[in-house]
């Protein structure tokens, strides 16, 4: 039976609603500990603006966010620090790996430096850069909203029932793949 | 502002194995292990050194025509004369304590406790002996020559959280 819509009526599933609301709203942690925390500061101040993609409100309690940017070298006595920020905060959550120190070491290939944080804590998306200018970070937190989108929020419960499922489904079903 | 030649000759007076050199403008003498406490003590009350800019230390290992394993540098300054003195003092393995400078300079706390965490120099009287910049549960000394520059292992060595894990 079809059923006539007026113009303004969108139909929509309440998951994508609240997937939309929250990639709208994204609120960072800024975990800077070098100097890609100040390209990081540049992007939330006035000239590069990140609040015309909604993620302006730097919150200094994990409490209060859903996206953790770590900007900087994390030293082995840090490490312990950057976890527990992260697991107290909130799901659902996101982590944004900024520059090549938070990705991957960088230069500092030394006994007390981490050689990235993706080891110890979950990362959502990478930045590259040394430090990488702020249009690189706008750019990889509107390819973060892109992926709320499409793959919906998970929390740890249901990230454990899809990894569980992940091995008998074909990567194309999976859900950032599938869609569109 | 090197020290002056009256400083140094009173020193060399009262200690015995005592060596000074100058180089482009810089005193350096070189203590026994056995004065230095005395020689410190000597610099402070009559060369009115009131100043402990620095103390760090030297590895030795490998090093051409290197006799010692470890340096310990003490640098001096008299804000008053702006004399400054280089005092250098040699140890070797296994005896690797030396008094601590901490009564003198107040100063010297957290420096000897740098050397203590990158070295593993003990300071004997030092209050507070303990790792400054590395973590506690840390084992090994990184300045020595003798540790990997990629260590052992060591910052690889914490639990992994995984995305259900939050």
Same mark, same amino acid.
């Given at each position: 039976?079809?059923?006539?819509?007026?113009?303004?009526?969108?139909?929509?599933?309440?998951?994508?609603?609240?997937?939309?609301?929250?990639?709208?709203?994204?609120?960072?942690?800024?975990?800077?500990?070098?100097?890609?925390?100040?390209?990081?500061?540049?992007?939330?101040?006035?000239?590069?603006?990140?609040?015309?993609?909604?993620?302006?409100?730097?919150?200094?309690?994990?409490?209060?966010?859903?996206? &953790?940017? $770590?900007? +900087?070298?994390?030293?082995?006595?840090?490490?312990?620090?950057?976890?527990? *920020?992260?697991? /107290?905060?909130?799901?659902?959550?996101?982590?944004?790996?900024?520059?090549?120190?938070?990705?991957?070491?960088?230069?500092?290939?030394?006994?007390?430096?981490?050689?990235?944080?993706?080891?110890?804590?979950?990362?959502? &998306?990478? $930045?590259? +850069?040394?430090?990488?200018?702020?249009?690189?970070?706008?750019?990889?937190? *509107?390819?973060? /909203?892109?992926?709320?989108?499409?793959?919906?929020?998970?929390?740890?419960?249901?990230?454990?029932?899809?990894?569980?499922?992940?091995?008998?489904?074909?990567?194309?079903?999976?859900?950032?793949?599938?869609?569109? | 502002?090197?020290?002056?030649?009256?400083?140094?000759?009173?020193?060399?007076?009262?200690?015995?194995?005592?060596?000074?050199?100058?180089?482009?403008?810089?005193?350096?003498?070189?203590?026994?292990?056995?004065?230095?406490?005395?020689?410190?003590?000597?610099?402070?009350?009559?060369?009115?050194?009131?100043?402990?800019?620095?103390?760090?230390?030297?590895?030795?290992?490998?090093?051409?025509?290197?006799?010692?394993?470890?340096?310990?540098?003490?640098?001096?300054?008299?804000?008053?004369?702006?004399?400054?003195?280089?005092?250098?003092?040699?140890?070797?393995?296994?005896?690797?304590?030396?008094?601590?400078?901490?009564?003198?300079?107040?100063?010297?706390?957290?420096?000897?406790?740098?050397?203590?965490?990158?070295?593993?120099?003990?300071?004997?009287?030092?209050?507070?002996?303990?790792?400054?910049?590395?973590?506690?549960?840390?084992?090994?000394?990184?300045?020595?020559?003798?540790?990997?520059?990629?260590?052992?292992?060591?910052?690889?060595?914490?639990?992994?959280?995984?995305?259900?894990?939050?």
């Amino acid at each position: 039976m079809a059923v006539e819509l007026p113009d303004n009526v969108v139909v929509t599933k309440l998951d994508e609603l609240a997937s939309w609301c929250r990639k709208n709203s994204l609120w960072p942690m800024p975990f800077a500990t070098a100097c890609c925390g100040i390209e990081l500061m540049a992007t939330g101040a006035s000239r590069h603006d990140l609040a015309r993609f909604g993620a302006e409100v730097f919150r200094f309690s994990p409490r209060q966010c859903d996206l &953790m940017i $770590v900007a +900087g070298r994390v030293v082995m006595k840090m490490l312990p620090v950057l976890q527990r *920020i992260w697991q /107290q905060m909130h799901e659902p959550k996101w982590c944004i790996s900024m520059g090549a120190c938070a990705s991957t070491g960088g230069v500092f290939d030394t006994y007390c430096v981490v050689q990235g944080i993706d080891r110890f804590v979950p990362v959502d &998306m990478y $930045v590259p +850069g040394c430090p990488p200018r702020p249009e690189q970070l706008i750019q990889a937190i *509107i390819d973060l /909203q892109d992926k709320i989108q499409r793959e919906g929020t998970i929390s740890g419960a249901e990230f454990e029932t899809a990894t569980r499922q992940m091995t008998k489904r074909a990567l194309q079903e999976l859900p950032m793949y599938g869609r569109q | 502002m090197p020290a002056k030649p009256e400083t140094i000759a009173a020193l060399a007076a009262r200690f015995a194995g005592l060596s000074a050199s100058e180089f482009r403008g810089d005193t350096r003498v070189v203590v026994l292990k056995d004065s230095l406490l005395a020689a410190m003590q000597h610099l402070k009350s009559d060369g009115k050194f009131d100043l402990l800019v620095d103390v760090t230390c030297v590895d030795y290992l490998n090093y051409r025509d290197a006799r010692d394993r470890f340096g310990l540098v003490y640098l001096l300054a008299n804000t008053v004369t702006n004399e400054r003195l280089t005092v250098r003092s040699f140890l070797n393995e296994p005896d690797l304590t030396v008094p601590s400078m901490v009564p003198l300079w107040s100063g010297a706390n957290w420096l000897e406790r740098e050397v203590y965490d990158m070295f593993g120099i003990l300071f004997d009287g030092h209050p507070d002996l303990r790792r400054i910049l590395m973590p506690n549960e840390f084992a090994e000394f990184p300045l020595r020559k003798d540790y990997p520059l990629q260590g052992r292992g060591e910052r690889h060595n914490f639990p992994v959280l995984k995305r259900n894990q939050a």
